[in-house]
């Protein structure tokens, strides 16, 4: 489970703070609500990376037990995407500021 943890926080600042994916996330926050919202919420990011996570480890069955395993991976998944976001970025600053090596 702390595996999957780290998958999905991963895969969130892969995402949706890395410098490759800069571009794509500039010309996608023009296109609309949803796109600007979802790359400025760490929240929504760790949720949306937490349930495709879940989904990719445990697969998807309609029964309630796995519909509620789904939804607290996801919104546990959200507040760590919050926690570390928000801890991280200091951090992140800091380094890119002593290296040539910008991260966002």
């Excluded at 490759?20 to 929240?43: A, D, E, T, V």
């Excluded at 309609?62 to 970025?89: P, R």
Aim: glycine share 6%; proline share 3%.
């Amino acid at each position: 489970m702390l595996l999957e943890f780290l998958l999905a926080l991963s895969i969130r600042f892969f995402l949706f703070d890395f410098i490759l994916f800069k571009r794509i996330r500039n010309y996608l926050k023009q296109k609309g609500y949803f796109f600007r919202k979802l790359f400025s919420c760490p929240f929504c990011q760790g949720f949306w990376c937490g349930l495709a996570v879940y989904l990719y480890y445990h697969g998807f069955s309609l029964s309630w037990a796995q519909i509620s395993q789904l939804l607290a991976f996801g919104f546990i998944s959200a507040y760590l995407g919050l926690i570390t976001a928000v801890a991280l970025e200091p951090l992140i600053n800091i380094y890119e500021k002593n290296s040539d090596l910008p991260l966002k």
